[in-house]
């Protein structure tokens, strides 16, 4: 097994005579950017651009795109890129879910379709343009915006990595962050007393 770096120097793991992960989901991010479909980074691959450092198994996005799109620009990379046929559903905010397969990796892609929720759409307009490596840029969420879906998470999945994440953004983020639209979007989603609980567990910067 051999590990490979992620955003902010976490690893994601590969067998040996797998497909680097970090590799394909830079080759991914290109193909998505060369075919035009309006991408952001999520998740936990996307909390290591905001001081987390831990390994992962997947890679998320949130997608404005067809699904025909999304298939195809994974295909174009080669077989190694596997789309699951079956359209699945994320628990927590309902959006339809594509899932890439990354053939002999453990690794997977995962394609959130954009849907109607208020803060999925405010998130999708406030995305940045964030180095992966090797100077290399992709969209991804804003700090607040990871953090605010990390609450929800965190809160109606119970997922202990998600409060991790959370503990660790926190602390890394000290004096950058817009707290007001963190507690805004918290109280519209009635994770504010949780976010409160963990931003109190975090000491102050000197």
Request: aromatic share 8%.
């Amino acid at each position: 097994m051999t590990t490979s770096p992620v955003p902010g120097g976490g690893e994601s793991e590969a067998p040996d005579d797998g497909p680097d992960p970090f590799d394909a989901t830079l080759r991914l991010v290109a193909a998505l950017e060369d075919a035009g479909v309006d991408y952001m980074v999520v998740g936990s691959f996307s909390s290591n651009l905001y001081g987390v450092d831990r390994s992962t198994a997947d890679a998320d996005f949130l997608v404005a795109a067809q699904v025909a799109d999304l298939t195809a620009a994974a295909r174009s990379l080669g077989p190694e890129f596997v789309p699951d046929p079956q359209i699945g559903f994320e628990s927590v905010t309902g959006l339809r879910r594509i899932r890439v397969a990354l053939q002999n990796s453990g690794f997977e892609f995962e394609f959130f379709l954009m849907g109607d929720d208020p803060h999925d759409a405010e998130r999708f307009a406030r995305r940045v343009r964030k180095d992966l490596g090797d100077g290399r840029e992709a969209w991804a969420a804003t700090a607040e915006d990871l953090i605010v879906a990390k609450l929800r998470w965190a809160k109606d999945a119970r997922r202990p990595k998600d409060r991790e994440d959370l503990e660790t953004v926190l602390f890394a983020q000290r004096g950058k962050l817009d707290l007001p639209y963190i507690e805004r979007w918290a109280a519209e989603h009635g994770t504010l007393d949780l976010y409160r609980e963990i931003a109190a567990s975090i000491p102050p910067l000197d």
